[in-house]
């Protein structure tokens, strides 16, 4: 059973992705900064350890997209909320372990990942903490069905986010890894 890497993203264009940091430094500016923040991601994610998919969307314009790896294969994200698109994703890809990531964290490197999935070996589901109270990775061990109820009544965007996933999920091990920080503001372009 093959490691699968899932990372989230986005078509990078104005208006359309990191609105909270164009409102901050321009939106073409913020496409910008996503598109090559996301293009070096993928750069340094891959690895023999894992195969990596692509979720996009919007999903039709995503997929045709020539703006990512062509070699990479991709999966629309499809309808929802955030949890909604992760569910898909994690329930969707083929047998084995599933990490999934957002592409606007700069500090996510190849040991991280192999963490999280070593974590999967131990635990159900492992999560990658932020400061702002989300998270940057979720993963399954899928030995298992996923349970209906993950990402249920979870209070996206707000400090709530990884308490109420984990409460979503009792009865499973979960465990944690490094807390990192994503970029969502011109005061988080400048911590880097």
Known sequence: ?????????????????????????????AAWWFRHQTRSLIRRLRDPRWQIVLAVAPDREGLESRIWPADLPRAPQGRGDLGDRMGRMLRGMPPGPVCVIGADIPDITCPRIAQAFQALGSHEMV?????????????????????NTLFKG??????????????SVPGLRTDLVDE?????????????
Request: aromatic share 6%; glycine share 10%; hydrophobic share 45%.
């Open 127 to 147: 999560f990658g903490p932020a400061p702002d109270g989300g998270y940057w990775l979720v993963g399954a061990k899928r030995a298992a069905a996923l349970p």
């Open 1 to 29: 059973m093959r490691r699968t890497l899932v990372i989230m993203l986005k078509e990078p264009r104005p208006g359309r992705v990191k609105t909270r940091l164009g409102r901050d430094i321009g939106m073409v500016g």
């Open 180 to 192: 990192l920080r994503d970029v969502d503001t011109k005061a988080d372009l400048s911590r880097l």
């Open 154 to 167: 979870v209070r996206w965007s707000s400090e709530h986010a990884l308490a109420d996933t984990i409460a």
